[in-house]
T-cell receptor, first 111, second 116 residues
Framework: GENVEQHPSTLSVQEGDSAVIKCTYS??????FPWYKQELGKRPQLIID?????GEKKDQRIAVTLNKTAKHFSLHITETQPEDSAVYFC??????????FGGGTRLMVKP | EAGVTQSPTHLIKTRGQQVTLRCSPI?????VYWYQQALGLGLQFLLW???????NRGNFPPRFSGRQFPNYSSELNVNALELEDSALYLC???????????????FGDGTRLSIL
């Protein structure tokens, strides 16, 4: 089955700096890659997603890149703010008809 | 537009008991997914229902089961509760999955289940 690995598990940045979270997946048939942000005690919220026919997608300070050949995708957050502090999860939808999540990255933005 | 709603928000049970969790999807969504999120861990896929049928299940024992009703709401049933079943159970919904790729899943607030 699909295996999604996410790194780093924790990331601490200074406010205003950029943050990058990387994920790799194992199933080359995976074709949809969402990213979720989960604040403490709250529901995971979809922040951006990318499909396998696209290499990059941006939404204001957030961008996601996908390298199908290498089977990895990354989340980039620019000009980080304290409210970006949360746990971020990547996921991959594969031919097995399920969404497999990475282990999560705890992002801490220090003011 | 109302989001995904789950009930109850919290539940305390003892080992061996049975529990039923409920989920109402976003209006217009026909697919419902269930996930388990143990404390400090990631989301593990449990079950996927679409149009009343179970479409897929994750690597969980048969005592985890569920169903989807004609109005697309869903129930997750867990029998013979064990201590390790303590977790946040999240429900998500999406519109009809396309043949090429999945549609975005939107989550509810979850039900926190504690087993004593």
């Amino acid at each position: 089955g699909e295996n999604v690995e996410q790194h780093p598990s924790t990331l601490s940045v200074q406010e205003g700096d950029s943050a990058v979270i990387k994920c790799t997946y194992s199933d080359s048939a995976s074709n949809y890659f969402p990213w979720y942000k989960q604040e403490l005690g709250k529901r995971p919220q979809l922040i951006i997603d990318i499909r396998s026919n696209v290499g990059e997608k941006k939404d204001q300070r957030i961008a996601v890149t996908l390298n199908k050949t290498a089977k990895h995708f990354s989340l980039h957050i620019t000009e980080t703010q304290p409210e970006d502090s949360a746990v971020y999860f990547c996921a991959a939808w594969n031919a097995g008809n399920m969404l497999t999540f990475g282990g999560g990255t705890r992002l801490m933005v220090k003011p | 537009e109302a989001g995904v709603t789950q009930s109850p928000t919290h539940l305390i049970k003892t080992r061996g008991q049975q529990v039923t969790l409920r989920c109402s999807p976003i209006s217009g969504h026909t697919s419902v997914y269930w996930y388990q999120q143990a404390l400090g861990l990631g989301l593990q896929f449990l079950l996927w229902y679409d149009e009343g049928e179970e479409r897929n299940r994750g690597n969980f024992p048969p005592r985890f089961s569920g169903r989807q009703f004609p109005n697309y709401s869903s129930e997750l049933n867990v029998n013979a509760l064990e201590l390790e079943d303590s977790a946040l159970y999240l429900c998500a919904s999406s519109s009809i999955p396309g043949s090429f790729s999945n549609q975005p899943q939107h989550f509810g607030d979850g039900t926190r289940l504690s087993i004593l």
